[in-house]
């Protein structure tokens, strides 16, 4: 039983599409990563808004207070998010 030996080109296009495989995956892993750290980073800073709009309170929340307090948040959310979406596009 003889073994044939194999081109150099087809090892040359094994070790290319390695490559392109091991590029895909670490780049998806970065892109992950990337995508998790963004959204932590939003959510830190919905944080300090909302903490910033309960120290905006005079005293301890009431219905009609927190109920004004919700409208403003909401309302502020909405252009966030608007302005974060044409940002987008």
Do not use: W, Y
Request: proline content about 4%; charged content about 25%.
């Amino acid at each position: 039983m003889t073994l044939r030996r194999l081109p150099p080109l087809a090892i040359a296009l094994a070790l290319v599409a390695a490559a392109l495989v091991a590029t895909v995956i670490a780049t998806r892993h970065s892109v992950n990563d990337a995508f998790a750290t963004v959204g932590d980073g939003q959510a830190i800073a919905e944080e300090l808004d909302v903490r910033a709009d309960l120290s905006d309170l005079d005293g301890p929340p009431t219905r009609r207070s927190s109920t004004r307090s919700s409208r403003r948040i909401a309302k502020r959310a909405c252009a966030t998010s608007r302005s974060s979406t044409a940002a987008r596009t």
